[in-house]
Every structure is written in structure tokens, then in C-alpha cells.
């Protein structure tokens, strides 16, 4: 296992369109979290799955976040009607449910234009 | 709510020098502290974590100690190598029940010099 993977690693769109981004945590973790990271900032919580379900989900989130993890693996992130302030990075990290230590993937750089 | 306040920085250091980064913290509950360090072009690693307190963690040469008395975990190195180059972020995690979100600090960039 090579650990948790993110894709794509950079992203640049135009306002208004939609990205939608995935991550691949480590196998048989079953916790899942996804945080935005600002230029200069730390890392913000965004939002947490237990296998599939999605159990917690920061105000941070707007209606145009959604997240999914289908099958309690891999999870995606999307953003719908893009908008400058969404620029960030984004990343995904994942944990055993015994542990709280959680391993982060590389991020998602997303450059709204 | 929770939340970790780190000293600012950048840091500058020559090798060899003497590195404390200071990280206070106020939390319900009984949180566990972590740093987690960003190098250049990587993603976060964990560099060290102590889950109660007058616990040390340490690692690669870095310690850090949960104090509760003074809501404290700073990490601190003997002497630096310009490999040790990075941001070093304080973090707790927070959240009932299973989800144990970490709450983070804004980050010291340090930089050491040879």
C-alpha cells in the first residue's frame, strides 16, 4: 500500500464550472476526512465518513460541496458552480478506526480563473 | 469551540542551532496533540503525537510534551539540519464520538541555513 492517493494533484478551471476530485485512502480504513487548506493557513475540517456514511459536515461546506464514498473505499469530492474563493487545497486523509492518526494524501490544488 | 495557536513565524535558524516552536491549545475534553510537518512539495506527515497528558513524543530528533497545566505541546529540536527545512503544523483532535477531526494551527515555516 502506497498510501493515500489523491487525483488529480492540480486543477485549474474557469468560474462557474464544476471539478469534482477523489481520493484513495489506505486500504481497510474506514474513516475518511476530507480539509481545504489556504495559502498561509492551516487546514480546515470539511467533512468525515465512517465506511460510506457520511457522519459529519462543516458549515464550511456550502450547498455547492457535495462528497461521496459509495462503496466505503475511495471517496470523491465535487464542487459545483466553481467560484474564485474555492481556491484551495484539498486534502484527503484517512485513518483505522482504532487510531486517531490520520495520513494525508498530496492534495488537490484547485486554481479557480 | 477548540482551537491550536502557534507561534508565528518564519523561523530562521543556522545549523546546528537550538529550534522551540511554541503551540497552546484550548480544548473540552482530553484531546490528543500532534505536529505534523509539510516539506517542500509533499504532503502533511506526522512527525510526532502524545495522547495524554505529561506524555513526550518525540521522533527524527524532535520532542514535544503534552502539558495540561499550561494547555501546552511545543516542539523542540537540540540542533537543526537544513534538512529539517519545512512548516511544522500544531494540531488536536476534536469531536465526539468517532470522529476525531484535527483542529490545526496555522503553521511555522521554518527555515535553516547551512
Known amino acids: 500500500d502506497t498510501g493515500v492517493s489523491q487525483d488529480p494533484r492540480h486543477k485549474i478551471t474557469k468560474r462557474g464550472q464544476n471539478v469534482t476530485f477523489r481520493c484513495d485512502p489506505i486500504?481497510?480504513?474506514?474513516?475518511l476526512y476530507w480539509y481545504r487548506q489556504t495559502l498561509g493557513q492551516g487546514p480546515e475540517f470539511l467533512t468525515y465518513f465512517q465506511n460510506e456514511a457520511q457522519l459529519e459536515k462543516s458549515r464550511l461546506l456550502s450547498d455547492r460541496f457535495s462528497a461521496e464514498r459509495p462503496k466505503g473505499s475511495f471517496s470523491t469530492l465535487e464542487i459545483q458552480r466553481t467560484e474564485q474563493g474555492d481556491s484551495a487545497m484539498y486534502l484527503c486523509?484517512?485513518?483505522?478506526?482504532?487510531?486517531?492518526?490520520?495520513?494525508f494524501g498530496a492534495g488537490t490544488r484547485l486554481s479557480v480563473l | 469551540g477548540d482551537s491550536v495557536t502557534q507561534m508565528e513565524g518564519p523561523v530562521t535558524l543556522s545549523e546546528e542551532a537550538f529550534l522551540t516552536i511554541n503551540c497552546t491549545y484550548t480544548?473540552?475534553?482530553?484531546?490528543?496533540l500532534f505536529w505534523y510537518v509539510q516539506y517542500p512539495g509533499e504532503g502533511l506527515q506526522l512527525l510526532l503525537k502524545a495522547t495524554k497528558a505529561d506524555d513526550k513524543g518525540s521522533n527524527k530528533g524532535f520532542e514535544a510534551t503534552y502539558r495540561k497545566e499550561t494547555t501546552s505541546f511545543h516542539l523542540e529540536k537540540g540542533s537543526v539540519q537544513v534538512s529539517d527545512s519545512a512548516v511544522y503544523f500544531c494540531a488536536l483532535t476534536s469531536g465526539a464520538g468517532n470522529n476525531r477531526k484535527l483542529i490545526w494551527g496555522l503553521g511555522t515555516s521554518l527555515a535553516v541555513n547551512p
Open positions: 486500504s481497510e480504513h474506514n474513516r
Open positions: 486523509a484517512s485513518s483505522e478506526d482504532s487510531g486517531n492518526i490520520q495520513y
Open positions: 480544548a473540552t475534553g482530553y484531546p490528543s
